[in-house]
């Protein structure tokens, strides 16, 4: 019996393809150039003046480009964690000995999704645990850890321009970012629930609903059989 919902399921089937759900079902460097040959004569004058300033140019170039990068990262590196008044919420669920458990973990989890990662294998659930969180009531993430296995689903990539947990689940995933105008769209393992009733359809579905992220969620705990036990351990959803 799979531990997030009491449906015939296989439990924790990783290899599982689901088929989707139907649409009612879903609501709830540059070429080289040839270059003629400089004369004997005029080599050693005009030659290495020549190449001087081309190396200056190169050298100015590369500079610039250092430069470009570095800047770059400096702006990738420079996301200021969320603050507890940003932070929706941090929960875990998990199935200890048949009984089913939500949590409210540190909600300093939720600007690092490796320590996020640690703290659920801790948990003492019978097949892993699934955490959630909630930023800002704009997007979630939610992590599945079982054993080595973890899976990841981010609902808006766009969201890792501003905030640190939505970055790093695109370096886990070792997807690029979209830009800042791009359209939201969701990121990771969309197959995540769906040994417990959310298919991948489902999911991705619930990514694209207007509401707000924490809401989402709760539906998302209610439609694996942990609805009552999540609002008891989200302050934002009492």
């Known amino acids: 019996m799979c531990p997030f919902n009491d449906e015939d399921v296989d439990p924790f089937d990783e290899d599982r393809v689901e088929a989707p759900a139907g649409p009612d079902e879903a609501a709830d460097a540059l070429p080289d150039e ?5 004369d004997d004569d005029t080599a050693e004058y005009d030659g290495d003046d020549d190449a001087d300033e081309d190396s200056e140019d190169d050298s100015d170039a590369d500079s610039d480009d250092d430069d470009d990068e570095v800047s770059d ?3 990738y590196d420079d996301l200021e964690d969320a603050v507890d008044d940003e932070i929706d919420l941090v929960v875990a669920l998990y199935n200890d000995d048949g009984e089913r458990i939500a949590v409210s973990l540190d909600k300093q989890l939720a600007n690092d999704l490796d320590e996020l990662i640690t703290q659920l294998r801790r948990l003492p659930g019978d097949a892993g645990a699934v955490g959630m969180v ?3 009531h704009q997007f979630f993430v939610i ?6 296995h973890v899976g990841v689903f981010l609902s808006d990539a766009v969201e ?7 970055r790093d689940v695109a370096d886990y995933l070792g997807e690029d970012i979209p830009d800042p105008d791009d359209d939201p769209e969701a990121m990771g393992d969309f197959a995540l629930l769906s040994d417990a009733g959310i298919s991948e359809f489902d999911l991705e579905a619930f990514a694209d609903l207007d509401e707000d992220s924490d809401e989402v969620l709760a539906r998302i705990a209610r439609r694996i059989n942990y609805g009552r036990q999540f609002e008891h351990a989200s302050p934002s959803i009492r």
Do not use: H
């Open 143 to 148: 992590v599945r850890v079982r054993g080595r």
């Open 160 to 166: 890792g321009n501003d905030w640190p947990i939505a």
């Open 34 to 38: 040839d270059y003629d040959d400089l």
């Open 134 to 136: 909630s930023i800002d």
């Open 73 to 75: 990262e400096d702006d």
